[in-house]
Each structure stands twice: as C-alpha cells, then as structure tokens.
C-alpha cells in the first residue's frame, strides 16, 4: 500500500511558487518575442525576396526537424565552444524563442496567404503603403483564422520549458525534481508538479482566447 504525503512538498510552496513564476515569465517573453519573429518571418516566406525566402526556409526547416532538447544543449553547451557564453535563463530563453518562431511562421503565413486578394487590391486603392496594407488589412484576419492553432503552439511551448531545467534554469519542473530529490517524496512531487503545469496550461489558453479577439483581430 502506497501511502501518499503531500505535506512535505506543499511545505516546499515557496520554491514551487518561484518555479511557476519563472516559468510564466518565461512563456510571456517568448510569446511576445517569438509571434514578432513569426510575423517577420511569415511574410518573407510569403512576399520577401528569393534569397530572404530561402533563409528563413531553412530556419523553420531545421528548428521543425531537431529536437527541442538539442537546439537548447546547442545554445548552451555548443555555442561556448565558439566564444559565445550564455547564462542557463538566457539560453533557455533564446533556444524557445526561435523554436516558438519557427513554428509559428508557418502557422502565421497559413493565414497571411489565405487573405483574399480582393482586400489587398481594395488597400492599394485607397494609396496604403505596403506596410500599411500588411499591418492593417492583411495580418488582423490571418491571426482570427489562426489564432486556435497559435494559441496550442504557444501552450506546447510553455509545456516544453520543462525541459530547461536540464540546464539549471529554475523553473517549475526545476523546482519539482529538486524538491524530491531533497526528501525523496517523488511520486507526491511529480503530481503537484503536473497538477501545476495543468493549471498553468488552462489558464493560458483561456487568456490568449480572450486576448487574441479584443487586441489583435477584434471580434
């Protein structure tokens, strides 16, 4: 019979609380941080030049086709071997804003391509700039036909961060595994830990649907 205690992890609040924080903060940083990138790299798989086109094409390509866990050892074990030292929030940071972009570049152009052609010529017509055109009439109704499909990618990043811990960032999964390592309480650890991240994940997906409608494509 597995007797179960949850007393001596809850009594660990403090650094679990600290998880969580560091791994919202997280998630808002790249969230923001990885759409501008998308968006950036969206259109110039839809409209950019040949040679910008085929860059990004390979970035989304090689981001989409590694393992997350590897782009992050990359960043933070790899790049020091060429001078360039990074601290584990910096690296983890860096390493799930590309990935977050290269998903999302295909999730944005999806719906940059899918404007009516019609609505871009009716912009042209009143003498918008290109800028303009993209800003005001192209991207509004290409993230209301994506948003369901960016808001996903943006929780399964948020899930991933778990993996920074495996550089010492010390987020929520970071807090959970040093916990139990401490009073070898794993099995009671790891169900607070899921319940956390579940909480964490609901909550995120019910503020980027109500966000998403009121401050980036209206209703």
Known sequence: M?????????????????????????????????????????????????????????????????????????????????????????????????????????????????????????????????LQIFLHVVLPPAFKKVWPALVSQITIVMLGSAVCGQISTEELSFATNLIQSRNFRAFEAYIIGTLMYLALAIALRRLLNWAGPRFLFGR
Not at 87 to 98: D, E, F, K, N, Q
């Open 2 to 130: 597995i007797e179960l205690q949850f007393l001596p992890i809850l009594e660990q609040w403090p650094m679990l609380l600290k998880g969580a924080a560091l791994t919202v903060g997280l998630t808002a940083l790249t969230t923001l941080a990885g759409i501008t990138l998308a968006i950036a790299c969206a259109w110039t798989r839809a409209h950019g030049p040949l040679a910008l086109r085929w860059i990004v094409g390979t970035y989304v390509e090689l981001i989409r086709n590694t393992p997350f866990i590897v782009q992050l050892f990359f960043i933070f074990f790899g790049l020091p071997a060429a001078g360039v030292k990074l601290s584990p929030l910096t690296a983890s940071l860096i390493t799930l804003i590309v990935n977050l972009g290269a998903y999302a570049t295909e999730i944005i152009r999806a719906g940059i391509e899918a404007t009516p052609r019609g609505q871009v010529e009716a912009a042209q017509s009143l003498a918008l700039s290109r």
